[in-house]
């Protein structure tokens, strides 16, 4: 992963918002020509909806890739944490603080036992997460065979169903999370840190950088970012489901939102912005294709080559960018 | 021995990896305003030994202590604590950061827990100003340093630790003359403080310029440890070496020795360089002399096609040629020897076989047979005396000037018509330099071109048949070889009227 | 460990089986007995069109939602990421062809599988100016706010396949389910193989209600039966790992003497593990895809296919109409669910359609066939 | 070339340095010995053929990633290429013998092309791989179920099917050979001599340190094309052997990306480039699939497998890496 771009980005990306706004406005364009309108409130309430999911997991992604890692457990946790959270309020409101405290504390718990394989055990970020993510699989399947659990009505109407205009109460949770992330990195030791341990873990190191330490709690606050992400569907869906972090893609997806973000999957170079930007362009498209009610497989190809072509028009801006 | 206890003391320190024997029992101390400067060949485990007193390896045996108090260092991070900053030889920089943020890295200013930029800008433009490096800014990426800016960042980087005793392994290898005076100044102010020094370099003069005592270190065992004022150059190469080294350089070429020319260049630039006219010989060593960022290396890129030229001309053996590519370059028979041994010479985790193979393998199908080549490169690397485990040792794990060594054998195996040198023998031992100089002038010799860029002015001076000086992407002028190192200084910032070609 | 509890139902019966393991928490007694109670009813309805029969229906009075034609009907589909749901889906298609003018529009939104976009899905359908919803839910739980939130916008929901958790919609369309099929499948194995012989049962993953429902019912007939299960395992639908797993009961145990599963995408992956280790193959149970009745023929094996008809496709939309004329529609809409067997296999094999088709589609006289189901 | 102490430099010091094959090995033996305990008889010749014949196409897999992987890459398109290789087949042969070979070559043009894809919009459109074959994933799973309406169509041919399915009988010693080991022994071995040959060794440095690769004269971009059309000829000769095996479905290739990785990782090949040998990815992916053969023997019930394999993974890997790290 260390080699996959030769050539210096530069940090101030969001190049990303670039290709949002084109696809808003040819979405836009093209909904309309069909008869249809892409900004009513009901479209926009879902794509906000759906931006928010993807965007809580994938800014946790944001700072596990920044520090040269991978999180690919995130679906596995997000699913548990719907079902610890929602069999534990079990529909009654009182349950409520501590069921989202129980929920994050399990995810917690999990990102730690990725961050000392990561760190201690020296396994591979990409096959710890996979085998973290196996073995909460396990426990899943093993132990749930369809939704459990009820969610806290007060937590349905608010984080799930609230909203201010056509902006639902969770996509606000994202901007706070995101800020909160953003001034971490660019404010705190921790983010200088973790973006020295993803540039160059030696280098970190030979700073005086506690390479373990960052990297562990980087793992945490992703897994927590999931966690919350679990809390939140558990409050769309009534209940805590099982399969709703796989069924969702999120471990792909998240990666692919952060990359997309202008992020370097090698670590050391990106942001917390970028990555929301990414998460937005994606659930754009979806919403397009929706008015449109395209075909999901022609969708799918669609999208592929979408991503594709979103990255590599950075990796232009880029390669311009450098030579100048 | 001094009266107050020493700085550091080191007892009996020794490592091995992967169960060879690399240390071997070091006692040395350092005391308060001392300069103590440790040499030796590539591989003789200086730099290991600073590794182990500044945290980055843990001994296998010995003890170490600081100011008196024995301490375990668990990691760097312990040794900043106790006191101990270092300049390491290999650049320990994040190219993707800014200049205030590597100079901090690991110790950021805070202000109500949160990283006060404001300071650790200033902080650095301080640091910066006491180096003598003014108009280098504090919140430029690294990654768009050239080398010997990246040098002055590291020495500010180990600076900011405000240390009581400062490592600088080969602090100077990057640097040029100009700039190591301000190095000289800054160690002596350092020693004012009561701040203790360990200087290892190769260059001898330094060491005999700036250090109170001395340490020569052989295959990981102390030989001696002087005081410098007691001691020659003859002296110390001989602990060093284990032998006399008569002259430092070889003879320079005849006149009937050079050929026809070899490599022209007429009115060629590119972003970094203008209207770069140059011919050069078979058979001769031209030197190119300037000061950092003058645009040697950007030379020598455009020449090896890496950041080719854009405008101009170039000829070799009077055909034109276009270098649009590293690769195109191999082939129309130029070499080149890069400056940064680490980003862009070794390929780490390949063994060195594999290394000194590699270009080889990349542009040239075997010509006369796998094995025959394999031979041929073994010969070589042998002949430059390249000391290892193994040709299947992990490059990454021998010296670096042994690695630089390996990087020679890669090109001389091509048989290259032209070879391109940027800072050849940086960080190569008294002894393994001489080897080289003597490669380069058998290389010319042989009928070779050899264009060399060196900042240490005494090799370009021995060195050079003929001297190029650069200034500001152009050539300000050209001097023969008899030349002094005031005349190459004058060109290299401008003082002297451009001479005629 | 960390029971989950209070799933939707609840009240489980744990008989000691053999290797069974215990029964699943979806399993409801009451249910299954209904089930199984309705395997042997008649069906009210034209007979030739199994589509429209409803077995011991309860009539809703539905005129409140009478609304001059054409309509938009609005679909709020799962998924289409298996076969099964494609055949459906283009009977469908083809139903809301068929009914003509009636239908001005039919939207088709694809939640791909996912909950989370199924439920903003909806939501976005009730912006569009629906006159009908039919909703087919990825998972009955977790869709139950979204359906019900459809109830309060007005408009008549359908759903169909999967239930959800609540009343409000105007009818709920399936056919028997899965208690049905689960133990049509088992007592036919469990007849079959003598007594004591070793069972191998293979599930395509946990957790999927209408699957659970099915390995639940062959459970307790297994169980009854004593007969040995000597293995339950989850094959992800994928035929080359069905292969394997089969090989190594067959290198552990010797023989296999029945193979039960609760979906027959890899019936025919299993009937090759037989072949391919040159064993006879035992008494199975598949399901009504063409490929396997095909082998079933061809290689005259001793088998049954239950089915779970995707002719159920059709009703939603032929209920939808019903409820927009104000016409009385059966709610639960119970369809028939027809078990193929050796008497009648000929009929359901139809050579010229692909391996993955499903015989019980009840598209033969809908427009575009075959065409449209090749 | 001095050498400093020749004393340690044996042998064992060499294999045992971190890369080697002998982590996997040590796994590949214990899982031989726990399933030795509870099935002896699956160590008899036939049923060893057919199991190293059946575990073919993950193994071809897992040499394909390979090359992606040591040149610096990713490529988790080879699922879906596998799952469209095997559906086009089918839909291509409609079974009918005649067009066995043609469709055969057909595919090996396919993988190959749709590996030159991935590997130019890596190194030319500098995307990351880990993006350019998600991409390539999701185009590949859409275009085939738009192409094959959902539901797959036509069939496999008996001629077909005979290299995943069928073995060469009664050869003596062995009991039998399945056409699936015949195949996997010939492109091993090809893979063998490819990563000893100039190119092999020239990709191991590209993963390594592509800009000095690149100064030394290499054409890094040319060099990682060519290993992303390695791996999807991998994948190509890996779906006809799987298509073989188990016929056709949307099935046959998926999560197969992961289980390479996971393979080849465990073979001891740095994620990230440059380190590790294509025996030891090979080991690896042989390695997984014993160990799902030891958990059917064993009777791991199905929910509880996954756990189980996320341990032994986590453990072997873990148990690996921590004892070749030192400071
Ligand atoms: N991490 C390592 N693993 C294995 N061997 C190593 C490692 N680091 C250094 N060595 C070996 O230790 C010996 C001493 O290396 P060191 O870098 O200390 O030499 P040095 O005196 O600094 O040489 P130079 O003047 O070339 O910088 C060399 O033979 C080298 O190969
Ligand atoms: N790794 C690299 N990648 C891209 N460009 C590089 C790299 N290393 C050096 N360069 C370019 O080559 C130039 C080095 O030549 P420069 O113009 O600085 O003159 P110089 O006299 O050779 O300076 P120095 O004394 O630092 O080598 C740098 O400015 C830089 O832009
Ligand atoms: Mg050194
Ligand atoms: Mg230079």
Sequence with gaps: ?324 | MPDPPPLLTLRGIGKSFLGVRVLDGIDLDVAPGEVHAVVGENGAGKSTLMKIVSGGYAPDTGSIEVAGARRVLRGPRDAQRAGIGIIHQEFNLLPERTVAENVHLGHEPVRHGLVDRRAMREHTRSLLAAIGETDLAADTRVGRLGVAQQQVVEIAKALALDARLLIMDEPTAALADHEVELLYGLVRRLQQRGIGVLYVSHRLTEVFDLSDRITVLKDGRLVTTVDTADTSTDDLVRHMVGRELSSYYPDRAAPDDLGPVRLTVRGAGNRKLRAVDLDLRAGEVLGIGGLQGSGRSALARALFGVSPFTTGDVTLDGRPVRLRSPRAAVRAGIAYVTEDRKGEGIVPRQSVLDNALLAGRAVFPARSGHAARTRRVRDLLAAVEVRAAGDDQEIRFLSGGNQQKVVLARWLALDPRVLLFDEPTRGIDVGAKSAIHDLVRRLARDGAAVLMISSDLPELLGMSDRIVVMRDGRIAGELPADATEEDVVALAVGHAPEADR | TDEPGGGPGGGSTSAAGSGTGEQSKFFVQADYDAELALLGATPTGPADKPWEQMLNPTMVDTTTFRKAGPHKLCFSNAALNNPWRQVGFKTMQAEVAAQGSRISEFVHVDAEGKDQKQIADINDLLGKGCDALIVSPNTTATLTPAVEAACKAGLPVVVFDRGVSTKCPVTFINPIGGYGFGHVGAEFVSQKIKPGGKVLALRILPGVDVLETRWSAAKVAFDKAKVDVVGVEFTDGDPAKTKKIVDDYLQRYGTIDGVWMDAGAVAVAAVEAFQDAGKPVPPINGEDQLDFLKVWKDKGLTAIAPTYPTYQWRTPVIAALRILDGQQVANPWKLPQPTITQDNLDRYLDPGMPPLHYAMCGCTDLPGYPQRWK | MQLVQRRPSSPRRVRLRPGGVLPILALLAVLLVLVGIRQPDFLDPPSLMSFLGRSAPVILLAAGQYFVIVSGEFDLSVGSLVTAQVVVAARLIDSDPARTWPVVLLLLVFGALVGLVNGLVTTRLRVPSFITTLGMFLILVGAVYLWSDGAPKGGLSEEFRRFGRRAIEDVPLLGRMPYALLVLVVVAALAVLLMRSDFGRTLLAVGDNPRTAQLSGVRVWRTRTVAFVLSGLAAAVAAILLGGYSGVSFQAGAGLEFGAITAVVLGGVALGGGRGSVVGAMLGALSLELLFALMNFYGVSGALRSTVQGAIILLAVAVSATRSSSR
């Design chain 1, 1 to 324: 992963m260390s080699a996959l771009s030769l050539l210096p980005v530069r940090r101030r990306v969001p190049g990303v918002f670039v290709a949002l706004g084109l696809t808003l406005a040819v979405g836009w364009l093209v909904v309309l020509v069909d008869g249809g309108q892409l900004f009513n409130q009901a479209t926009t309430v879902s794509l906000l909806h759906v931006a928010a999911g993807l965007g809580l997991v994938a800014v946790g992604q944001t700072l596990v890739i920044l520090g040269g890692s991978l999180d690919l457990s995130v679906a596995y946790v997000i699913s548990l944490s719907t079902l610890v959270a929602a069999e534990t309020m079990n529909g009654s409101d009182g349950a409520l603080l501590p069921a989202v405290g129980l929920a994050l504390a399990v995810s917690a718990g999990v990102g730690l036992l990725n961050g000392l394989l990561v760190t201690r055990f020296r396994v591979n970020a990409f096959i710890a997460t996979l085998g973290v993510g196996l073995l909460l699989k396990g426990y899943l399947d093993s132990n749930y065979d369809g939704p459990a659990g009820t969610t806290s009505p007060a937590l349905v109407q608010s984080l799930g169903y609230q909203r201010v205009g056509p902006v639902p109460l969770s996509f606000l949770l994202l901007l706070a999370l995101t800020g909160v992330v953003w001034f971490a990195l660019a404010r705190t030791r921790f983010g200088h840190h973790l973006v020295a341990v993803g540039g160059d873990p030696e280098v970190a190191r030979l700073s005086g950088v506690r390479n373990d330490r960052v990297l562990v709690a980087a793992h945490v606050l992703c897994s927590l970012c999931a966690g919350l992400a679990g809390i939140y569907l558990a409050s769309r869906l009534g209940s805590g489901a099982p399969r709703v972090g796989t069924e969702g893609l999120y471990d792909l997806e998240s990666i692919a939102a952060v990359v997309i973000g202008g992020t370097a999957l090698a670590g050391g170079r990106g942001g917390v912005v970028g990555t929301v930007g990414g998460v937005l362009l994606l659930a754009s498209i979806d919403a397009i294709f929706n008015q449109l009610e395209v075909d999901a497989f022609f969708k799918q190809v669609i999208r592929g080559v979408v991503i594709i072509a979103a990255v590599a028009v950075y990796a232009r801006r880029a390669l311009r960018k450098a030579a100048s």
